[in-house]
């Protein structure tokens, strides 16, 4: 068991996911404020704050961890708090993964030559999975009978030689390609999410930690493909560029020293800047600055 027992009470302790969401969650982490630094082959992060200590752990495990009190805090997706069946706070949802802004899903996936074309030919038929009791829950409400044996790893080999199907877990179905497997049914959907600790959540002190982190982080995720743009416009030119400029609500603009120039500031996405800077440069816009955002409050 991992002992954090010893830590001042006033330590808010985080479990953070080490494998293949760690190098996203750091990146996330460290644009909302919080920069952890990693020496290799440690699980302990450092981080300039007397008062948060981490430890790298893999995600399957996060949720019983932070149920137990070991954690506070922990981010991990939503499948394996469903796995274990931990009991914990769930404080937000979190929009990123190792690749995408999209859910990860766990699916059915047989070989491309397979005669199983849905849920219900599984019946009698061995699945190898790292999602055993997600996956005997899905069998047991499709009324279908099949061996669930636990997968250490590799997953995507074992079909059709060592099993007739597999449930895995997939961002974008390019793994599943490659090992020539293709997609029956999708099992369920996951994020990643942070959660508390109940005890942890119900004292007052770290709840207004958790939920500061937690402020701070969906911020950063917020600022993902946004940039801030800003130029110096003539008055003249205003309502022309400001009809056509987006903004999250409407644009800053800010006389400047005299009566024929104006400073405008606004956010958009960021796939739009290639466009609207040669549009905003026609309007008569000169100083163009693009800078990049690492969070953004509501």
């Known amino acids: 068991m991992i ?11 985080i479990g953070l996911p080490k494998g293949s969401l760690q190098e996203s969650t750091l990146r996330l982490m460290a644009k909302a404020g919080y920069y952890f630094s990693v020496r290799e082959r440690s699980y302990f992060p450092t981080i300039d704050d007397d008062e948060i200590q981490a430890i790298l752990i893999r995600a399957q495990e996060i ?13 991990t997706g939503r499948d394996w708090i469903m796995e274990t069946r931990s009991d914990v706070i769930e404080v937000s949802e979190l929009t990123y993964a190792k690749l995408t802004m999209r859910p990860v899903r766990w699916v059915l996936a047989v070989p491309n030559d397979s005669d199983i074309k849905s849920i219900k030919d599984l019946q009698g038929k061995r699945i190898a999975t790292e999602l055993v009791n997600m996956t005997r829950d899905y069998l047991e409400k499709n009324d279908v009978s099949a061996d669930v044996e636990f997968s250490w790893g590799a997953t995507e080999v074992k079909a059709p030689t060592l099993v007739d199907a ?6 974008t179905g390019s793994s599943l390609k490659a090992n020539n497997l293709r997609i029956v049914e999708t099992l369920l959907e996951s994020r990643t999410v942070l ?7 119900a004292n007052p002190e770290k709840r207004e930690k958790i939920e ?3 402020m701070l982080l969906q911020g950063a995720i917020k600022s993902e493909g946004k940039v801030g743009l800003k130029m110096n416009l003539p008055r003249e030119n205003v309502s022309k560029v400001v009809d056509t400029l987006p903004s999250m609500k409407r644009p800053t603009i800010a006389p400047l020293f005299g009566d024929e120039w104006v400073a405008i500031e606004t956010i958009i996405d960021e796939k739009m800047v290639r466009s609207i800077i040669p549009s905003l440069k026609r309007l008569g816009a000169e100083d163009i600055i693009e800078y990049p955002l690492n969070k953004v409050i509501p």
């Open 63 to 75: 949720a019983k961890y932070v149920e137990d009190g070991v954690f506070d805090v922990g981010l």
């Open 195 to 201: 959660i508390a600790n109940k005890e942890s959540w």
């Open 166 to 171: 597999i449930v895995e877990v997939t961002e």
């Open 3 to 13: 002992n954090l027992q010893g830590l001042d009470q006033k330590v808010l302790k």
């Open 212 to 214: 500061n982190m937690n």
